[in-house]
Structures are given as structure tokens and as C-alpha cells.
DNA sequence: CAGTGGTCTAGACCACCGG
DNA sequence: CGGTGGTCTAGACCACTGT
């Protein structure tokens, strides 16, 4: 006999998993408390607490204070997609990166975009426009308005050579962003840019970032041909 | 002077990201490490552990063993989708959420699905299609393929009132799975039962799921006009 | 108001890996 | 080899919330 040693909390994370799918601990049922789980595995308590913790956070069981923890009716599955920056999602294909600026214009806000975000009437814009190849083959179109409240040194970039995406990662890193993906038909000007049939489904990404709740940045970004968002989970 | 209270890990994480953000801490540099943190906050080295392990977890610094912690160079940003069960989808938009079964059908896998997936010649797959709809209006068309092998009891379920995915769910819960979402056109078959027009682009999802390795299932579901996957991150 | 989970501590041991 | 992060412990205090 060999003494077990201790659990991990990877080691009770897996037990916990198998407990749930075997249906010992069933849907909507209490599992035991920390404590006791503590007790019936020799372990700490915090170790208990990380497992379940963590399993929580991947929408597996519910916890609430004095109420226990629950496994969850219906799970909720969580895919996460990395959102790399163009240059590296071509790249990562083995295809050569390409970029050009195709306009860059000061301005106001659109219309829509005040609405949509809340900007104050005269709020000042750089709107550019842009593509991405892979190789030869267009890869991604994009059209951007940049808050120059937010980021007043965007005045001095000219955009000509480093796509506005890389810029405003180096120079704006790590703000709060919402993003969403639809199905959009291409126009003819935005076919004519991605070499698709007026008209073709494409990929749309709408993206908004802020910066300390203040507007940075909102890109429209249309696909080219065969694009798809995928994951494991 | 009141005495500063000792930091949590959520104070610690936004003094982190500040620094980050305010270039105190500049992209691939390394930043102290734990010991020295913990001298710095007048907390524990576990606390600054678990702001620090979590802000690795979210891609924005890199952590090594021996060779300490950097900011990362390029942010890899993470978006997490929840990926719910339809009806719950629906039901969350306020709208009625109804079920139908279209077709039932016993027969061999077919060929693409057998070369994607690495199938043998002669598995046995039960094969659906069925629709999900918000009021009246049609929110998603699935086409399913379920793996008897995998899910023998399946053959036994009629899924005339609950659907394949809430059937299978509760039947064979937590497996492994893989998500795609693209931009596809509606046929003139799927253009009627989504109430699209021909040719409309419509979000198309396909995703495998399998079970210790074995392939449970794969689906594709296209989704009724304006459907958008959406996150903040 | 009592019992649950959420968090923190001070210390410890160890795996890993760069020099 | 030695220093880093990764993990665990035994205990503590506390916030929240169901009864």
C-alpha cells in the first residue's frame, strides 16, 4: 500500500468533473461544503476552495455564500477566442503580411456613432480606412475612428506604414473592449476591396474600446472570403 | 493619516494593470517579483501569487519560472463567449422559444464527416434536422449527425418534443468540444426555413463534441437574420 | 444570526530552468 | 546550482444571505 499522497487542485478539479458527469453529484444538487470535502480528502480547505473555484469560473457549478454550492441546471460552456492583432493572425497562416492605408480624414463623429456610444456632438475623429493582405489574397478591410480626445498623439501619425491596429496597441494597451461577429453582405465597394462577388456573406467584426470608460476606438473590420472564428473549449 | 489597509488581490491586479498601462512596467520588461511585491504592498506573497496568476491567465503578462515575470509584448486579448443552449438563448431575449422536428433518419455517417472526424467506414449515425424558433419568427436551423456508438440510447430518443441539444445535454454532459462560427449564404432550402432571402448571409456555427475521445456529435446551425455574437472583454 | 464561501496570512516545500 | 514562480497548509477573519 502506498500512502495517497494529497491532492492537487488539478487532481480534485478532475475528481469534482467526474463526480458531476457520473451523475453523483446531479444537476441542480447541493455538493458537499468545503469543509467536508476538506475532511473526506485530507487537504486544506484553500485547495478545496481553488478547485471549486475554478470550476465555477468555468460555468460548471454555482456558488453562493451560505447558500453551498450547486451543480449547474443547465451548464453554461464558455468558448474563449483569442483576438490577435492582424499582423499576427496573417502571419500565424505562413502567408506574408501586407498593409496599406487606403484614407485618413479628420472629422466628426458620425452620426451613428455619437448615438451608439454617447460622444459629445463635436467630438473630434481621425476616420481611416485600411486593408490587410495575406500574401496577394485581401484578407481584412477596415475602417476606424479614433477619439482624439482620447489619444491626442494619434494627430501625428500618419498611419502610412503601421496599420492604426499596432499603433494603438502600443500606444493604448490594455483597454476594456466590446466586440461582436455577424454575417454582412459586401457591397460593391467593399467587394471591390476584398475580391468578392458583390453581395457574398462575409465576416464582420465590430469592435469599441475605451480607455478608463472614455472612447479610444471603434473599427468596423470586414473578412475576407472563408474566414471563421474557431475554438476549443 | 489612516494606515493603508492591507491590499486584496483585486486592488492589486488594477495597481498592476496601471502600472502597465502608464509604462511604469513597459511591454517585455521583466517586473519584480513576488517577494519584492509583497515588501512593497506589506501583504502576502500568495496575494500578489494570485493577482499576478491572473492577470497571466489573461494574456497580459508572461510568467516563468527562474526567469520572473515581463509584460507581454503583444497582448494576446482573450474574448470569452458564453455558448448557451438555444431554448435558454431565445428564452433570454424575452421571446417565446418553440421547438420542431424536420427529419429523423438512421444511417452511415457521411463522407466529409467521416474524413473530418477520422471515422470508421461503417459508423452508424442518427441524423437530424430541426428548427428552433423566437415567437413566430425562425431563430436557428440544425442539421445534426449523433454518434450511436457513442450515445446508444440515442436511437431510443424521438426528439419530437425536446430537442437534440437539450436532450444530449442532460444525456452525455460536459464533454470536449469544438466551435467554428463563419459566414455562409442561405440555399433556397435554408433561405425557407429561416425566412431569408436566397443567397442572404446567414451565421453559420459547426461544432464536434466528443466524450474520452470518442466523437458524440457534430452540428450545423445556422442562425435567422441579425444574429450576432457579442462579448465584452 | 448562523453557516457558507471569499479572502488573506505566514510559512513551507518543491519543480523548474537559466546561468 | 540557486532563485523564481507554483502550490499547499492551518488558521483566521469577514461578507453575505437564507432561514
Redesign the interface.
Known amino acids: 500500500m502506498t500512502a495517497p499522497d494529497r491532492p492537487s487542485f488539478r487532481v480534485l478539479k478532475a475528481e469534482f ?1 467526474r463526480r ?2 457520473a451523475r453523483v453529484w446531479e ?1 441542480g444538487a447541493l455538493i458537499p461544503g468545503e469543509h467536508e470535502l476538506a475532511a473526506e480528502f485530507g487537504c486544506a480547505r484553500a485547495t478545496i476552495n481553488r478547485a471549486l473555484t475554478e470550476l465555477a469560473d468555468e ?2 457549478i454555482e456558488r453562493r455564500r451560505r447558500a453551498g454550492t450547486r451543480v449547474k441546471l ?12 492582424v499582423r ?1 493572425e496573417v502571419e500565424a497562416t505562413g502567408a506574408a503580411y501586407r498593409y496599406a492605408l487606403v484614407s485618413r480624414a479628420l472629422g466628426r463623429a458620425p452620426d451613428w456613432l455619437r448615438a451608439l456610444r454617447d460622444l459629445p456632438d463635436d467630438a473630434r475623429m481621425l476616420h481611416l480606412v485600411c486593408m490587410h493582405y495575406a500574401d496577394a489574397r485581401p484578407f481584412q478591410h477596415e475602417e476606424r475612428w479614433i477619439n482624439i480626445a482620447a489619444v491626442p498623439q494619434v494627430e501625428a501619425a500618419d498611419f502610412g506604414a503601421v496599420g492604426p491596429n499596432e499603433w494603438l ?2 500606444a ?3 483597454t ?10 459586401a457591397d460593391p465597394r467593399l467587394a471591390e476591396f476584398l475580391s468578392v462577388a458583390p ?6 467584426a465590430e469592435r469599441t474600446t475605451w ?1 478608463e470608460g472614455q472612447l479610444v476606438t471603434h473599427v468596423r473590420l470586414h473578412f475576407g472570403r ?8
Open positions: 468533473l458531476i458527469r444537476p460555468g460548471v443547465s451548464p453554461v460552456r464558455q468558448a474563449r477566442f483569442e483576438i490577435p492583432i499576427a496597441v502600443q493604448v494597451p490594455f476594456d473592449a466590446e466586440i461582436g461577429f455577424s454575417a454582412a453582405a453581395g457574398e456573406p462575409v465576416m464582420l480607455l472563408g474566414y471563421r472564428l474557431t475554438t476549443r473549449y
